[in-house]
């Protein structure tokens, strides 16, 4: 009988000991999971300080290269990317592999549109 109040009480300190891991590890998942969201906004909010740092020199680029195509030979191909990102608003996915080529047919494409738009206005 001892043996088994033994075996009882060996039992419900390794449930207890169980239960003490398993809520610590949820404590510690919650806490990343509260970092990670907020590195997540940190990183939202800096991506808007730049969109609004940038949007005036976009607005120029754009409205250069609706006057003159060239132009975009001209600008670096951060610069396109940034035009593409930030002042089209296109899809991010890819824009950063893509070759200067790409990045200037991707803009004249978008600009077409902007043509488009700004005679309606």
């Known amino acids: 009988m001892r043996d088994l109040n033994d075996l009882t009480a060996t039992i419900g300190e390794m449930k207890a000991d169980n239960e003490k891991e398993r809520l610590s590890r949820a404590a510690v998942k919650a806490s990343e999971a509260e970092q990670k969201k907020k590195r997540q906004l940190a990183a939202a909010e800096q991506e808007q300080i730049r969109n609004e740092d940038l949007m005036p020199e976009l607005i120029e680029l754009a ?40 990045l200037i047919k991707a803009v004249q494409e978008r600009l077409v549109r902007y043509r488009q738009l700004r005679q309606e206005v």
Do not use: C, H, W
């Open 63 to 102: 409205e250069n290269a609706v006057e003159d195509e060239n132009t975009l030979l001209q600008v670096s191909s951060s610069r396109l990317k940034d035009l593409l990102r930030y002042f089209f608003e296109s899809p991010t996915k890819g824009i950063s592999s893509m070759k200067k080529n790409d």
